[in-house]
Nanobody
Framework: QVQLVESGGGLVQPGGSLRLSCVAS????????VGWFRQAPGKEREGVSCASSYDDSTYYTDSVKDRFRIIRDNAKNSVYLQMNELQAEDTALYFCTTELLAMEPSFPHCTGVWDSATEFWGKGTQVTVSS
């Protein structure tokens, strides 16, 4: 089955860390632009980070710069989001995606080869930051 599956979410105290995983099956993530998005209750979906497929360029929304890191592991056909110094404002459902056009509003310079056959969204993993 061709899909993206996220995992690694959970409940963490403020200041803690989590590592989210996005694993692809049925296609190679190495050739795809990969982004992490999040959506909190009552809020619009927000771009968090993006990794270009053309080079090693990575991009972050301002609120997570210096706290989050997007990491590719091509051997495991996975992309991770390492999240440190988590804050209550980071609470949301986190999604990974390979949909190129989805990156454009938040990360216009995060680009890759467009292939409609490998554009997917995962179902998300919940991150809750609370004491």
């Amino acid at each position: 089955q061709v899909q993206l599956v996220e995992s690694g979410g959970g409940l963490v105290q403020p200041g803690g860390s989590l590592r989210l995983s996005c694993v692809a099956s049925g296609f190679s993530l190495e050739d795809s632009v990969v982004g992490w998005f999040r959506q909190a209750p009552g809020k619009e979906r927000e771009g968090v980070s993006c990794a270009s497929s053309y080079d090693d360029s990575t991009y972050y929304t301002d609120s997570v710069k210096d706290r989050f890191r997007i990491i590719r592991d091509n051997a495991k056909n996975s992309v991770y989001l390492q999240m440190n110094e988590l804050q209550a404002e980071d609470t949301a459902l986190y999604f990974c995606t390979t949909e190129l056009l989805a990156m454009e509003p938040s990360f216009p310079h995060c680009t890759g080869v467009w292939d409609s056959a490998t554009e997917f969204w995962g179902k998300g993993t919940q991150v809750t930051v609370s004491s």
